[in-house]
């Protein structure tokens, strides 16, 4: 039976070393941490999971929840999160939660194979995330906040990117503007529609309901949707998108109906995907800040998991308009300051 | 304290079908199952995972390793894989493995917080990955497969799609080809890069140093590799990539220079993502079955759980060319017959 002693002399290091690595602790330094785990796999040491995480009940794993892997803002973010994660000798397991929206994820919370949760997904519907919140889970919010769940939220300033593509468009001569709105639940979407919407009113261009197309966050709606709206017999100059891959869905329905982007139709997205910079698309759109926020994100989870009394905290961190060969104009200034 | 009793009531089953469902029993119907976990979650019933798996050395989940989710492949996969496990009654957690190779979730299956691996990335460098084989622990290779490694493994004919997309080349007039391989480790990569060597030799064509290009499995390298062929004096007249991601960075590497395919330069892919039929891309590939092999992984994983004895077994799917718009002529038969 190999013991942890063997594992300290093997990696030569203190057995208080190893315990610490045992414990998740952020005390040890990653490359020790890395020599003690190499030894740990050398020597055959299986420390028993149950039997420590009643010792420590610490994992040093942390279990994220996103809903929709295939779109591809979303394994950019869990990279990021990973890193971050990394970087504090946190390890990272996923649940990719399409129907069940993370119950198995909460289950494990419960049952301490994790020590705290990250939900880059979460929606008012998210079943059993509340009650989870409410038990005092260590559980943080990444990307898509929740309005009144009091826990650490680490989102963007969605409203603003709204507004920002709305003074963009109208700046630069748009009054005749399509938008193809998210699901409705995620407050990322709701956030960015109320932004646009309400800026687009303001600067006298309200949203002209025929105009708007309501759907999932997919490329083949987007596609088909934008095929429809460029069919009108007054279509859009200009189409904002409330997401990247709904916006590359657009730009392709664009190119089927073989329509040029930008000389035909402008078409800007919301997230700034590595795709979004690629040739064929060059589009223009928002920027969120991830690593950023994944990293707030990781420093409040942990602190959380530290303290569970600690005051929730949100915050919130500012986009940025990227414009790229998708839309032909500079920002401008508004017609109307605010 | 709330009891696997108090569940059953509320669930309105046997309490024999709610300690079914705790032990990841197949026998149970997935109507049923979620009503259990309703009543577990509603009533606040903690399992103690340590108890469980002492007593019934089953979690229900699987765990699957996966090195880049930001390659648009993996996340299809992943998609399938979690539709068969859940198929099977069965929980999916992801290790996103870059750098460590799976070392935590290796440590997971020995500390029983997962009931087996799916591993969809080997290499002969992962670490401690036939180590843990040889120590009969469950664990099947979807995708990438590694000669020699004695478990059951689920991967498609490479060797073959390689060939098959020599064949059509050849067939329609092209002499001059460009190859942009893959990383040398992958056995996914080399399988692919001989057949097609090796098929392209045999009809008279064998691939010229000079145009091919070798690097890792990104958008960056494939389009910057692509730009440096078509600068050429000789620029090749079609290109075949080792996967779709580099197959879409071969089309931007194009674009970058105003050339158009496919009457510049054909393009030719591998996996057949769903990016690969979007208008802008439009790229002829080869299909590679992920729901097919994702089933068949699952089935060989559980069924080694439940025998640890038996036998290894190595299934191999067929692939299929997928002719679009990136190549301009229908498949031939070769000049060559094998």
Redesign the interface.
Known sequence: MVTSRDVARLAGVSQMTVSRVLQGSTKVAAGTRDRV?AA??ESGY?????????RTRRTA?I?VVVAD??N?F???L??AV?RALGEAGQ??????A?DSGG??A???L????VDGLLFTTATETS??LA?AVERGQPIALLHRGLDGLDCDQVTTDNVAGGRAVADYLVGTGHTRIGFLAGPDLPATARHRERGFRDRLAELGHPLADPLVARGGFS?DVA?SATRDLLSRQDPPTAVFCANDLTA??A???A??LGKRVPADVWVVGYDDI?MTS????DLTTVRQPIADMSRAAVRLLLARIDDRDRPARVEEFPCELVVRGSTAGTPQPSAVDT
């Open positions: 785990l740990m796999r299986q420390p028993n999971a149950a039997a420590r995480t009643m794993t279990g892997i295939t591809p979303y394994p950019q869990l990279e990973g390890r990272m397991v996923l649940w990719n399409p119950t198995s909460l289950e494990a419960d049952e301490g194979t079943p059993g009650d490329h596609r590359l869905g730009v392709d329905g190119v089927s590595a690629w040739d064929s698309y």
